[in-house]
T-cell receptor, first 112, second 118 residues
Framework: EPEVTQTPSHQVTQMGQEVILRCVPI?????FYWYRQILGQKVEFLVS????????KSEIFDDQFSVERPDGSNFTLKIRSTKLEDSAMYFC??????????FGEGSRLTVL | AQKITQTQPGMFVQEKEAVTLDCTYDTSDPSYGLFWYKQPSSGEMIFLIY??????QNATEGRYSLNFQKARKSANLVISASQLGDSAMYFC???????????????FGQGTTLQVKP
């Protein structure tokens, strides 16, 4: 069964460092998303991406965040200068024409 | 205003019994979709069931069914014959239709933690 894969599963970084989280969406999907879940809280939308550009972003997705799909398969989330409050689980998701959203297993980011 | 509300932070159910997890939503868009996801302690988000706003019948997937009451704007998840492996956090989510300028993103509720007792 096709699935969304994310790497790394867990990353520990120092405050102020840059982090790149990687995702491989399901191959025939066209819509890609990043979500964030701070421990014990609800899942929050960060950004959606379609046709090689951001189609919508939340107020959380400020200038320190960026996304790109450099090679047609990987979909990356970059955090330029991490803060303590960026510690969370980051989920990548993709959807196709049926509209169902499939999530990856998440990347847990810990900022020290 | 909350678009998705899950009023039960925690629920207990006896193994083999049925349980209903509540979800209410708020939208003015006539076209929307409602989703339920399961999040076990390992953290991944597992898709369970989907209901479209125009679907005439309640969605069912194995032991999961969605009690969709459109006029009341509720989309409760019913899990029949609970198993120990059902212990997890459950999230209700909504996606509004294209008329809202929506890009397909989901809006999640706060979640309900379900514990199944042996």
């Amino acid at each position: 069964e096709p699935e969304v894969t994310q790497t790394p599963s867990h990353q520990v970084t120092q405050m102020g460092q840059e982090v790149i989280l990687r995702c491989v969406p399901i191959s025939n999907h066209l819509y890609f998303y990043w979500y964030r879940q701070i421990l014990g809280q609800k899942v929050e939308f960060l950004v959606s991406f379609y046709n090689n550009e951001i189609s919508e972003k939340s107020e959380i997705f400020d200038d320190q965040f960026s996304v790109e799909r450099p090679d047609g398969s990987n979909f990356t989330l970059k955090i330029r200068s991490t803060k303590l409050e960026d510690s969370a689980m980051y989920f990548c998701a993709s959807s196709g024409v049926t509209g169902e959203l499939f999530f990856g297993e998440g990347s847990r980011l810990t900022v020290l | 205003a909350q678009k998705i509300t899950q009023t039960q932070p925690g629920m207990f159910v006896q193994e083999k019994e049925a349980v209903t997890l509540d979800c209410t939503y708020d939208t003015s868009d006539p076209s929307y979709g409602l989703f339920w996801y399961k999040q076990p302690s390992s953290g991944e988000m597992i898709f369970l069931i989907y209901q479209g706003s125009y679907d005439q019948q309640n969605a069912t997937e194995g032991r999961y069914s969605l009690n969709f009451q459109k006029a009341r704007k509720s989309a409760n998840l019913v899990i029949s014959a609970s198993q120990l492996g059902d212990s997890a956090m459950y999230f209700c989510a909504m996606r509004e239709g294209p008329s809202s300028g929506n890009t397909g993103k989901l809006i999640f509720g706060q979640g309900t933690t379900l514990q199944v007792k042996p």
